[in-house]
């Protein structure tokens, strides 16, 4: 299966993606996860990325596409994966199709889980990632059993500089602008499933796998 999660920031896509990826045994591609990694190996990839990153703007399409690509095809290909927050803008839509067309395949399904401006703030300011494995906790939803420890890894938890106030403002202007569009663009293929994002990390769930029922 392929499967592309999207959503505004703070929807939860990672959080779900977490799960589909175990239960259906998907590889998971998440580019901001692989520039905030990249980021904590000091590679420049990341230290270039984070500029962008840190102030809520988007890594150039050129950029970004270009580690899709890399872990598309030269990292061993992959026949299952799920692609989490790639891509965000219609010129990532139309490399994809590429990358896509040349592997000779197609997505299954487009899971757009949709949540309201006030929800996203309060699950972007308690937000809290793991520095070494990239968990994600929130303070109030989803706290870790000891504060700032991963029970995953017991490595540091922080909050993400931009999970602050500026820098969510900037990146919800962003998305409407240039991820927004990318709805209409899948739209037409009948790939397209709209997800409540505003009910409890397993009623998500719930319908996401649901949806993916109904289409397969
Ligand atoms: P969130 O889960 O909050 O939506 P991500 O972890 O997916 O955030 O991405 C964090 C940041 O990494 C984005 O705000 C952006 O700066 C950068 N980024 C991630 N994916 C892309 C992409 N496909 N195109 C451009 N920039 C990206
Ligand atoms: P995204 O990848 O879309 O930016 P995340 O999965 O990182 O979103 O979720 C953003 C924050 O909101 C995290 O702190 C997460 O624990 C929390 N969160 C995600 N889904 C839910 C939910 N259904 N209910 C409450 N909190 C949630
Ligand atoms: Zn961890």
């Not at 959080?15 to 996860?33: D, M």
């Not at 050129?62 to 010129?91: C, H, M, Q, S, W």
């Not at 109030?140 to 909050?159: A, R, T």
Request: net charge positive; proline share 2%; charged share 30%.
């Amino acid at each position: 299966m392929k499967l592309l999660v999207m959503g505004p920031p703070g929807a939860g896509k990672g959080s779900q993606s977490r799960k589909l990826v175990k239960e259906f045994n998907l590889t998971n591609i998440s580019t901001g996860e692989m520039f905030r990694q990249s980021y904590e190996r000091g590679e420049n990839l990341g230290i270039e990325a984070m500029k962008f990153i840190d102030n809520g703007n988007l890594v150039s399409d050129e950029i970004t596409n270009e580690i899709v690509r890399k872990r598309l095809f030269e990292e061993g290909k992959e026949e299952d994966f799920l692609l989490d927050g790639y891509p965000r803008t219609v010129a990532q839509a139309k490399a994809l199709d590429g990358m896509l067309n040349e592997m000779n395949a197609k997505l299954d399904a487009v899971i757009n889980i949709v949540v309201d401006k006030e929800n996203i703030l309060e699950r972007m300011v308690g937000r809290r990632v793991c520095r070494k494995c990239g968990y994600t906790y929130h303070t109030k939803f989803k706290p870790s059993h000891q504060e700032g420890v991963c029970d995953k890894c017991g490595g540091e938890l922080y909050q993400r500089v931009d999970d602050q106030l500026e820098s969510v403002r900037n990146r919800l202007k962003i998305y409407e602008e240039k991820t927004r569009p990318i709805i209409d663009y899948y739209k037409g293929r009948g790939v397209l499933l709209n997800i409540n994002g505003m009910q409890s990390f397993e009623a998500v769930y719930r319908d996401i796998k649901k949806a993916l029922r109904d289409i397969t």
